[in-house]
T-cell receptor, first 114, second 113 residues
């Protein structure tokens, strides 16, 4: 199946630092989604991106839909301890048969040291 | 409140038994998905359904079965043919079409002993 390359796999940062993670693919997507997952819970949607080049913010989070439609990044500014978790990117695409799929990256595990 | 609900949150089964995981949504979403998550791993697609009475295999469908008799419900059965069923299972739903988001349930942790 389609794969998203998400990096880095893990990050260890100090509280207050900024964070950046990204996803790339060999395929084109028409929607990029970013999620955060806490241990033992389902992923929660943080930001949705619908247009190539779109830059969207949600509080301290900023995400961009790459101009080629094959990549996206997520930035977190001034990190706080509750930012700890696993962040996933997801791309939505349309298959040859016209059906739609959600494809996920493998996640970035973020640890914030107080 | 609208949402997507998975039940139960924790499930224990003996090896060789089939088990069915529930996923219900009242968001009027057309498409529903099942993913499997193993420790330290990403989400792998098991099955998805875009309309009632229709579903497609994902990347790891072997040993699993689904049904979509109602728009609101997309149960997943983990059969005895699944070699390594212990995992965290996540259900998601979306509207079809462009410019829509996917929402997840809280997950079911299945442990087979």
């Amino acid at each position: 199946g389609q794969q998203l390359n998400q990096s880095p796999q893990s990050m260890f940062i100090q509280e207050g630092e900024d964070v950046s993670m990204n996803c790339t693919s060999s395929s084109i997507f028409n929607t990029w989604l970013w999620y955060k997952q806490d241990p033992g819970e389902g992923p929660v949607l943080l930001i949705a991106l619908y247009k190539a080049g779109e830059l969207t913010s949600n509080g301290r989070l900023t995400a961009q839909f790459g101009i080629t439609r094959k990549d996206s990044f997520l930035n977190i500014s001034a990190s706080i301890p509750s930012d700890v978790g696993i962040y996933f990117c997801a791309g939505r695409s349309v298959t040859q048969g016209g059906s739609e799929k959600l494809v996920f990256g493998k996640g970035t595990k973020l640890t914030v040291n107080p | 409140d609208g949402g997507i609900t998975q039940s139960p949150k924790y499930l224990f089964r003996k090896e060789g038994q089939n088990v069915t995981l529930s996923c219900e949504q009242n968001l009027n979403h057309d498409a529903m998905y099942w993913y499997r998550q193993d420790p330290g791993q990403g989400l792998r697609l098991i099955y998805y359904s875009q309309i009632v009475n229709d579903f497609q295999k994902g990347d790891i469908a072997e040993g699993y079965s689904v049904s979509r008799e109602k728009k609101e419900s997309f149960p997943l059965t983990v059969t005895s043919a699944q070699k390594n069923p212990t995992a965290f299972y996540l259900c998601a739903s979306t509207k079809t079409g462009l410019n829509t988001e996917a929402f997840f349930g809280q997950g079911t942790r299945l442990t087979v002993v």
